[in-house]
């Protein structure tokens, strides 16, 4: 687990209360306060107050509207980095007269290999969507194709070119919803004394830009750039050596050594949601924020 790089608290959050319903095992229930719906004569967009019930997680990090809470106005498509970044490190196409066989034997080859040295990425990184009225996940294959983990008739596409990255996805009546792009992606990057460091920031989440309808109606979502750096989590372990007695009487030697504390830091260039504009009905929502203290945080605003 210590190759693994998530997405941001709040991108996080949204992504955790999109897919939650009451669950048919425990019956938590997914708590839901209405705010505020940005109607437009074919499209809307709804803001909601969503607290979950399923517990929180050790060295879980707040959302924006605390803990256990998020505010869902929009939606956003996060990544969770498994080994290497996708765009930095990709599963090249088999080649050799052996056909499935070969391609086996060259991943398992790889995954070998990435025992010994860095370079190799053998699982694909983790795709989460959440939107309104649709969630879910996929994973991009070696061809480069977007590949949900529970099929749906929305159509998922992206865009990896230059600085400008950014994802659409179409659902089965043909609104399409835009994700990313310049100002709406957010970056993490992660030092660690003890595992694996991120040290350049990599991209971690998209978040919604625009909302279209097939009429040309548009809903579009504002936002301003936030840095903000927190820890993830401080641990420490002791090992015990026990030597064994020479002889009847002797008394058995115990060394403790303490290991040094293993810290973990995320720093991530995010953003915040400034304002909702509907283009056909002129309506718009705008959000203000106050200072958090349980994280270093800056403003480029």
């Not at 106005?73 to 498994?82: A, E, F, K, L, M």
């Amino acid at each position: 687990m210590t190759d693994i790089l998530p997405p941001a608290p709040n991108a996080a959050a949204i992504i955790k209360y999109g897919g939650i319903g009451v669950s048919h095992n425990t019956g938590a229930p997914n708590i839901s306060i209405p705010l505020y719906t940005i109607n437009g004569k074919h499209i809307s967009a709804p803001v909601s107050l969503n607290y979950s019930s399923t517990g929180i997680k050790v060295d879980e990090i707040a959302s924006r509207a605390g803990m256990g809470w998020v505010l869902k106005s929009g939606g956003v498509i996060t990544r969770t980095v498994r080994g290497w970044a996708d765009e930095t490190h990709t599963r090249e196409i088999p080649w050799g007269s052996f056909g499935t066989n070969w391609e086996t034997f060259k991943f398992m080859k790889d995954a070998s290999d990435a025992w010994f040295y860095s370079g190799a990425d053998v699982e694909p990184d983790l795709f989460s969507f959440s939107f309104p009225g649709g969630s879910g996940n996929f994973v991009i294959d070696h061809l480069g194709n977007a590949v949900q983990q529970t099929y749906s008739n929305q159509k998922i596409s992206y865009n990896f070119s230059g600085t400008d990255w950014n994802f659409k996805i179409i659902d089965a009546s043909g609104v399409e919803y835009q994700f990313g792009g310049t100002g709406r992606v957010e970056k993490t990057k992660r030092t660690s004394t003890c595992a694996k460091n991120f040290d350049g920031f990599t991209p971690t989440a998209w978040y919604l830009k625009k909302i279209i309808h097939p009429s040309g109606e548009e809903i579009n979502f504002n936002y301003s750039a936030l840095t903000y750096t927190y820890e993830t989590g401080v641990s420490q372990s002791y090992t015990y050596t026990y030597d064994s007695p020479l002889g009847p009487g002797d008394c058995t030697n115990t060394t403790a050594i303490m290991a040094p504390s293993c810290v973990n830091k995320l720093t991530t260039e995010g953003v915040l949601l400034d304002e909702i504009v509907c283009s056909n009905t002129s309506q718009k929502l705008s959000f203000g924020y106050t200072s958090r203290t349980d994280c270093t945080c800056k403003s480029s605003a």
